[in-house]
């Protein structure tokens, strides 16, 4: 593990069995195998946002909970603090847990709506072994920490609109001191104006704690504003890693070069040549041999791309690309 | 060809009657693609489904008038607006998987509006072919008999682009149609609606929350907030100059890659008010940082900015 490194995850694989019918399975055929990732290599630097973009189905959302250990990986390692976590005892599992932390998309559904705020942060208060009486302060700075009052602990979240809800499970994850957090589409399910008030509570937070995160999003222009790194993710692996800004002026992968240009930009001035692309994402069930984009690749070529699958090259400047045309 | 003239329309609940609409007044010309932009709870979902009557009307008040080709489409019977529906006038929904039916295969749901017109009467089955073909749906001939839940999302999305094409209609209302779909799968979305602009002349009023998405798709744009059209004007103005406090904090909290990294988003301070509990006089004024006494006692008049640049604000009066 290289110094400077927070994370590590070494040729990381999550496989989700699939029920075959009974007919299929009385004539002996295997269950499926759903390939949600399939083999990434990526590591995160102690202070930095990497970011992790990618379409529906490309895996990212379970990337991010196999790191946080909420998936069981089926094959490779998450090391954290230069440790694998398979390896901790129960005791090193339990600060493991608490060092790192989850933010979730939809803050109308990851809030237990019978309890009140000040019922939802006493629970991870009381696992850092915040004493009883110490409890009541400690809610309240938290609360003052993501832009919200004293008042609001008595309320239940149907109370709170999205953003304060969002706000809650900020607070939440913080309450127990962590240095990672998986931000798992944070954004997405609020208003543009609300958005950028959260994007800018996230990016307060991190100069004020130090914290590291793993931004997850499917708008690029959201990962871009907010990650030093970002990393594309599409059917299962990491296609290519850079830096944000180089990401998006000089991109490498085929993939990558379509999905930025079709991000519908405001100024019409400075507008990309789109590339379109056809079809869709082929299903993690049956992904294609070779390279995981060669069925809508513009560039492919045969048999290379049919037949061998790439893997993550460095062209120099921090920029990593899997497409054989490197 | 379409005008908008002073809608209102208000829900009944049980917190007595909520606005959802008030005083909107639009005007779409032949062949043009107008865009209404807003966050929630603006009201520009409703505005669609005013035009076509689609509320449940013993629970909606609807005030003001809708012209369509010189008919007042608030005055047609019933059996009247059924015969517009879908044949002048159709409707993309938001999300592909609750829109299509799915115990009917794809192509009975495309001939469906086919068969309650009476058109291509004896030709049906070459005009759903047809139509498949022209939005995109890859080898009809053997797709036509397939359920909805063997379609990507996109794939259904454009099937029931299909089903709005069917009667020629020659006006689209799309709300928010590529929401639902993937970055690469919207770009597909939104040519496909380009083409269909171009090539049949079909106007097209596109509601969404992307100020990106309509920037690049429509020649004019209104701006709505909290059931009022706040701004309106040239696409292009709207977006490199907007006037009105509300479109302009719209746009600086949308990170731009290249301007933006970074730094902090400026932000507009609080959230969308509830429409059963509006804030008196300009409903933005307690958001806005140039708020005065009027703001809040009055509602804005309209101001001219400049040519069919209008917006409702009463700095910009002053």
Same mark, same amino acid.
């Given at each position: 593990m290289r110094a400077g490194n927070l994370l590590e995850v070494n040729g990381l694989k999550k496989y989700f069995p699939? /029920?075959?019918? !009974?007919?299929?399975?009385?004539? &002996? /055929?295997?269950?499926?195998?759903?390939?949600?990732?399939?083999?990434? $290599?990526?590591?995160?630097?102690?202070?930095?946002?990497?970011?992790?973009? &990618?379409?529906?189905?490309?895996?990212?959302?379970?990337?991010?909970?196999?790191?946080?250990?909420?998936?069981?990986?089926?094959?490779g390692e998450v090391r954290f603090e %230069?440790?694998?976590?398979?390896?901790?005892?129960? /005791?090193?599992?339990?600060?493991?847990? /608490?060092?790192? *932390?989850?933010?979730? *998309?939809?803050?109308? @559904?990851?809030?237990?709506p019978r309890k009140t705020v000040r019922q939802i942060l006493d629970v991870p208060l009381r696992m850092r072994g915040v004493p009883g009486p110490e409890r009541p302060s400690e809610m309240e700075e938290l609360l003052e920490r993501v832009g919200l009052s004293r008042w609001h602990l008595n309320q239940y979240p149907h109370q709170l609109s999205g953003g304060q809800r969002q706000r809650i499970g900020i607070a939440r994850a913080l309450a127990v001191h962590p240095r990672f957090i998986v931000a798992d589409e944070p954004v997405s399910a609020l208003d543009v104006s609300v958005q950028a008030q959260i994007i800018n509570l996230l990016m307060d937070l991190q100069e004020q704690f130090r914290l590291t995160y793993l931004f997850i999003a499917h708008d690029i222009n959201v990962v871009h504003h907010i990650s030093n790194r970002i990393a594309v993710m599409y059917l299962g692996r990491v296609v290519e890693i850079a830096g944000s800004e180089e990401l998006l002026t000089a991109p490498r992968h085929p993939y990558t070069k379509?999905?930025?240009?079709?991000? +519908?930009?405001? @100024?019409?001035?400075?507008?990309?040549?789109? =590339?379109? !692309?056809? &079809?869709? =994402?082929?299903?993690?069930?049956?992904?294609? +041999?070779?390279?995981?984009?060669?069925?809508?690749? +513009?560039?492919?070529? $045969?048999?290379?791309?049919? *037949? =061998?699958?790439?893997?993550?090259? $460095?062209? &120099? %400047? $921090?920029?990593?690309?899997?497409?054989? !045309?490197? | 060809m379409l005008d908008i003239k002073h809608l209102s329309v208000k829900f009944k609940t049980r917190h007595g009657m909520v606005r959802a609409v008030s005083e909107v007044s639009l005007h779409l010309d032949k062949g043009r693609i107008l865009g209404i932009v807003g966050e929630s709870g603006s009201g520009k979902s409703t505005v669609l489904n005013a035009i076509l009557r689609l509320l449940p009307e013993k629970d909606v008040l609807l005030e003001g008038r809708i012209i369509y080709e010189g008919t007042d489409l608030f005055a047609l019977s019933p059996q009247a607006m059924r015969a517009v529906r879908g044949k002048e006038i159709s409707m993309i929904f938001q999300d592909p998987m609750t829109t299509l039916n799915p115990v009917y295969n794809i192509g009975n749901q495309i001939a469906e509006s086919l068969k309650i017109h009476g058109l291509y009467r004896g030709r049906e089955r070459e005009r759903v072919l047809e139509l498949m073909q022209e939005v995109g749906i890859p080898s009809p001939e053997n797709r036509v008999l397939e359920y909805p839940h063997q379609f990507s999302g996109g794939m259904q999305q454009r099937a029931i682009i299909a089903i709005a094409l069917a009667c020629e209609p020659k006006l689209l209302l799309a709300d928010e149609p590529t929401t639902a779909l993937d970055v690469t799968i919207q770009a597909q979305i939104v040519e496909l609606l380009r083409k269909i602009n171009r090539t049949h002349h079909t106007s097209i009023i596109l509601v969404t929350h992307n100020l990106a998405l309509a920037a690049d798709l429509c020649e004019e744009i209104a701006v709505m907030y909290a059931g009022r059209i706040v701004e309106k004007g040239p696409a292009e103005v709207i977006l490199q100059d907007p006037r009105h406090p509300y479109t302009r904090g719209l746009l600086s909290a949308v990170p731009l890659p290249g301007i933006t990294h970074g730094a902090r988003l400026t932000t507009i301070p609080g959230t969308v008010p509830d429409l059963a509990d509006l804030p008196p006089g300009c409903a933005f004024h307690p958001r806005c940082p140039l708020a005065g006494k009027e703001c809040a006692r009055l509602v804005p008049e309209p101001v001219e900015a400049g040519d069919r640049h209008v917006l409702w604000c009463w700095r910009e009066l002053n």
């Open positions: 699939v /029920q075959r019918s !009974l007919a299929s399975r009385l004539f &002996g /055929q295997r269950p499926g195998w759903l390939k949600a990732v399939d083999g990434v $290599d990526l590591f995160i630097r102690e202070g930095e946002t990497l970011g992790l973009v &990618g379409e529906s189905g490309s895996g990212k959302s379970t990337l991010g909970r196999t790191v946080v250990g909420l998936y069981e990986a089926t094959a %230069g440790r694998p976590v398979k390896e901790l005892s129960p /005791q090193e599992r339990k600060s493991f847990r /608490q060092k790192v *932390q989850m933010i979730f *998309q939809n803050p109308y @559904s990851s809030l237990n379509a999905l930025i240009s079709a991000i +519908p930009e405001i @100024s019409k001035i400075r507008r990309r040549e789109r =590339i379109l !692309l056809e &079809g869709t =994402i082929p299903s993690p069930l049956n992904p294609p +041999p070779g390279c995981c984009f060669q069925t809508r690749c +513009p560039e492919k070529k $045969d048999p290379v791309c049919t *037949q =061998i699958v790439p893997t993550l090259k $460095d062209v &120099g %400047g $921090d920029h990593f690309v899997a497409c054989h !045309l490197y | -």
